[in-house]
């Protein structure tokens, strides 16, 4: 079927079948009767998002693509969860979920760097410092961009030129300390060779550490654990060049990491993530250390995309009620640019929101800007679900689909909806049975979910 625009000229998306070989299930073609099945990795850029107003079912689809990405492909799922709606799904497939509740005790180190290879050799300093020929991995040049970003939400302004220079020398010469450090740990016979001695601020705990080492066999994963960087050593070598006002400016700022309430993430991760799902439940964080967190998160996850990619595994993340991620012009910017790269690292990015304003400029109270309009204009799948007449009329006007397939969805019941994918536009039933055990996994009516659960105890 062809859809016509209203001027006679053949709209660019059209109305047909979504039956891709081996794809997702997006439910039923509500024109055809039809399984709707799509791959979003086969699309120029699989990124996309899910727009609708609150209740009409956004959530319960991420869940059911969710699903069939974990049952019907090898790739991996990382969720960013404001509300934990998401960790009961976690559960029943032997996901994890993280929580930055201080009282849980988790820790994530965003300094987290892994030097070897697939074959278990050390990469080449050369390689660690700029990245690996093949793109394959994190570099510390990577990790000065993170750092230089966080820095600058802690000191909430640009850095200075002079600054910028120190921090890089400090990053470089921190990941240098601790490369030529893990080389004598694992590998003893270059100890003799190394011409690179153990600096102050490292000397207890490298004792320890080679000591730890010697007693037990080590993974690729507890070595990245135990063995990277934190915090604390980077504040060190900072605080070794720090001489003048302009300098400990910046060692102010940090001292939040090593003695204030930012403490939290001065640790060596704790928590084994390489699960297929893992959803990072940010519902408790404190509002203070909100943007820090994000960042943090965002690190780790950028750090798993392309850990998985260095495996051949794609990774779904999903981010809902994403209005909370763009709010913040540092992770809009983050996450902006996770969007225009996430294909050449086999990633598939989906956010989740209600406010359309945030996303497309021109709207009367809109507060998107050209980090949050990319974000849309690098998104190829699209659902739309149940609109508002104000959000209709926007969506019209940055998606050429006709009127009459936008009526279907003014309104409509929760489930119902438009899959964009590509070119092709089909309006889909995503409808589940209120008796399915998927509805029942899914559900986040709360009315519903106590009801379920008070039988779940009757029935014990
Ligand atoms: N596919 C579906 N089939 C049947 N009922 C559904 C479906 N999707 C949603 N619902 C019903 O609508 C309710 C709200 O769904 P959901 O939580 O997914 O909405 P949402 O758009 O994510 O809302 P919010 O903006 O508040 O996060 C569910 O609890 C369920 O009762
Ligand atoms: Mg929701």
């Known amino acids: 079927m062809q859809q016509h625009g209203g001027d006679g000229e053949p709209a660019p998306f059209r109305v047909s079948e979504l039956r891709d070989r081996g794809g997702l299930y997006y439910g039923i073609n509500q024109i055809s009767g039809k399984a709707v099945t799509g791959d979003r990795r086969r699309l120029a850029n699989g990124n996309g998002l899910i727009l609708a107003q609150p209740g009409s079912g956004k959530s319960v689809a991420a869940k059911l693509e969710l699903g069939s990405v974990l049952v019907d492909t090898d790739s991996n799922v990382i969720v960013i969860d404001p509300t934990a709606e998401y960790v009961p799904l976690a559960e029943a497939f032997h996901g994890s979920a993280i929580s930055f509740d201080v009282r849980d005790d988790m820790h994530l180190n965003p300094l987290d760097i892994d030097y070897f290879d697939e ?8 390689d660690v410092r700029y990245g690996t020929a093949d793109g394959k991995g994190v570099s510390v040049q990577d990790k000065m961009f993170f750092v230089r970003a966080l820095i600058e939400t802690c000191l909430r302004k640009k850095p200075t030129d002079r600054q ?7 990053v470089v010469r921190m990941y240098k300390d601790n490369y030529e450090e ?5 590998m003893p016979e270059e100890k003799s060779k190394s011409r690179w001695a153990t600096p102050e601020y490292l000397m207890r705990k490298e004792e320890e550490r080679t000591a730890s080492s010697a007693r037990r066999q080590l993974s690729r994963e507890e070595i990245i654990r135990e063995y990277s960087p934190v915090m604390g050593d980077f504040y060190q070598c900072l605080k070794e060049m720090a001489h003048d006002d302009e300098l400990k400016e910046l060692t102010d700022s940090l001292e939040r990491f090593i ?4 403490s939290i993430f001065n640790h060596h991760t704790n928590i084994a993530i ?6 990072f439940n940010i519902k408790t964080i404190p509002k203070n250390l909100w943007t820090t967190a994000m960042f943090i998160m965002l690190e780790n996850i950028t750090g798993r995309i392309e850990a998985n990619y260095a495996k051949g595994i794609s990774t779904y993340l999903l981010i809902d009620e994403f209005h909370e991620i763009l709010r913040s012009p540092a992770t809009a910017e983050y996450t902006s640019r996770l969007w225009k790269k996430g294909r050449k690292l086999g990633g598939i990015y989906t956010g989740v929101t209600q406010n359309v304003s945030d996303l497309v400029k021109g709207m009367k109270s809109s507060a998107a800007d050209d980090q949050t309009e990319n974000i849309f204009s690098n998104s190829k799948f699209f659902l739309l679900l149940s609109q508002s007449t104000p959000d209709r009329k926007v969506l019209e006007e940055n998606l050429p689909i006709s009127p009459a397939l936008f009526d279907m969805i003014e309104n409509c019941e929760p489930g119902n909806g438009l899959l964009i994918f ?10 589940l049975r209120k008796e399915s055990t998927l509805y029942r996994l899914f559900n986040t009516n709360f009315f519903e979910k106590t009801k379920q659960i008070k039988e779940g105890r009757e029935n014990l």
């Open 164 to 170: 910028l220079s120190a921090i890089e020398k400090s």
């Open 259 to 262: 003695t204030g309430s930012l």
């Open 422 to 431: 590509g070119n092709t536009v089909v309006p889909v039933n995503m409808r």
């Open 182 to 186: 893990q080389r004598r740990i694992f």
């Open 274 to 279: 390489n699960t297929r799902m893992t959803v």
């Open 119 to 126: 074959e278990g050799n050390f990469l080449d300093w050369t």
